[in-house]
């Protein structure tokens, strides 16, 4: 039978099972054979924080959603056309979230009455016409995986596993995905285990198989590559990218990289990933507790060195006395928060960028700290070259804010030319620079960057004191005088805002919109996507995203004042949009959700349609 072949220009599929059905793995691998197809991409991988929540209940669903096009595309999709559930937890938790119409791949198996009542199915859905508005494929998952490996010497145990790479061969055929790299995968994965290797990769064959002579799928579909810039690609997750950009920038300073890290959801993986980095001087320490990692990141910068610690945000909070000793001794610092959702331990695999007000104040003292936030998965690389930019230039503590969703989304990511990356110049000191020619002066500044000198320890006649008490402007001896201090703060607090960033940028096709949407982090996306609809539908709105947190680029009061009405979305309560109505007096009109997840684009651009409709 010859099946139909459907040409889509894009599909938001979604993965969802138990948090021990392997959907994360799932997920990964098609992604990856969507990116070796060509495709623009984006995913937003979502978990439960319990290394193992109760299985077959809607706390331990597990769920992986990709987004994929022939054209440009901005976020992971607001609703799924295509929902995997492997049992009725991840059927009931999901099913609020498809559009009418969607299709339904339901693995039958699991819908036993004893899994039914865990979630509180009276009677499966799969027998009523609870699921009538969708198109529901029922697939025996589990049994057909079992049956595949029929000739495998393992228990009915170890063959049910493979159910999720069963699932993986169906979706492969389904849209049309190359499957090599994922053979290579698992026998790369399992090579100290040929059965589990060959095991899985029969699965995978027999769920493509079952998909080409099924009755149940009539229509396979195609998705065309994406007309991208040209260049070499690869798909990268924000972690992944941000660990590349903080390597790419120690190579660009020349200084050796020095990762003192603990390990914490969701930034463990930069600390794994540059760990991996040896031949590049990369050395990672992994200490016993935040605040050791953030103070051996600062003796590393103080050696001369690249000082990194990463973090999320109750390690920010226990890290800041020491970011203020970076402050006060004018040393280069990195430190990255990958934002998640809090307070306290809050929901670690929960997305917000709810830190910003705790970047810019959470120090004693008047201990003002760069602030670079990242706007895509792949912009981690970038916004990690320019934190190195401006600790090593400038000679002070960068907070380089990233958060849960960029973390472990991922997207395509041109590969930079490394000859278009910028150079950063340490200008270590290598002479006495007193008038005389022989002394000393540790806090000499630079007329241009006003940074002191950074003099490796054990440079002969460069010897100062350091430490966090207030030192003497220019000599660097220890001071309590009054007027001194006062000297200190303006000059710390001038350093940081005469930091050279590029101006704030807007987007304004036409050029006569009188409302500006504004963002920072992790809101691009949506925010962009949105700004798309809203012009697609005739209505004019203007964007514009800051990199740029602290200082903030010169032009923002202006663009803000330029625009009727300025409307602000955070994943918090209101963060910047306090910041911006103190600085610049301009009534930013706040939208919030704190719900652990991204902003849609399709609930942001009826938000700004409101706002246009109201002007």
Partial sequence: MTKQVQQLDRVIIRFAGDSGDGMQLTGDRFT?????????????????????????????????????????????????????????????????????GADIIVNTDEFTKRNLAKVGYAASPLDDDSLAEWRVHAVP????????????????????????MFALGLLSWLYHRPTEATIQFLETKFAKKPVIAKANIAAFQAGWNYGETTESFSVSYEVKPAKLEPGVYRNISGNQALAYGLVAGSVQSGLPLFLGSYPITPASDILHELSR???????????????????????????GALGVTTTSGPGVVLKGETVGLAVTTELPLILVDVQRAGPSTGMPTKTEQADLLMAMFGRNGESPVPIVAAATPSDCFHAAIEATRIAVTYRTPVILLSDGYLANGSEPWRIPEV?????ITPGFATAPNG??????????????????????????GLEH??????????????????????????LRQSKIDGIDVPDLEVDDPDGDA?????????????????ARRVRRAGGKVAQAHLRHLNPLPKNTGEVLKSYDKVLLPEINLGQLALLLRARFLV????YNRVRGLPFKAEELAGVIQDVIDSE
């Fill in 587 to 590: 009534d930013v009109i706040s």
């Fill in 465 to 490: 004191r350091i430490g966090g008490i207030e030192k003497a402007d220019v000599t660097g001896n220890i001071s309590y005088d009054p007027g001194n201090h006062d000297t200190m703060v303006r």
């Fill in 277 to 303: 980095h040896k031949d590049f001087g990369v050395r990672t320490f992994q200490a016993e507790d935040e605040i050791a990692g953030v103070g051996a990141a600062l003796g590393a910068a103080f050696g």
């Fill in 435 to 460: 008038d005389d020619g022989e002394t000393f002066h540790p806090f000499r500044r630079d007329p241009q960057t006003l940074a002191r000198p950074w003099a490796v320890p054990g440079t002969a």
């Fill in 141 to 164: 998952l589990t049994s057909l995986t079992v049956g595949a490996l029929e000739g495998f010497d393992m228990s009915k145990k170890d063959a049910e596993r493979a159910k999720n």
């Fill in 419 to 423: 000859a278009a990356l910028p150079v």
């Fill in 32 to 100: 990856a054979e969507t990116a070796e197809f060509g495709n623009d991409l984006s995913t937003l991988p979502n978990f439960p924080a319990e290394i193992r929540a109760p299985a077959g209940t809607l706390p331990g669903v597990s769920s992986f959603q990709l987004h994929f096009a022939d054209h440009d595309i901005l976020t992971p999709g607001d609703a799924p056309n295509v929902l995997v559930a492997m049992n009725p937890a991840a059927l009931k938790a999901n099913l609020g979230d498809l559009p009418k």
């Fill in 514 to 530: 009188r409302v500006l949407v504004l963002g920072w982090g992790s809101t691009y996306g949506p925010i962009a996507a949105a």
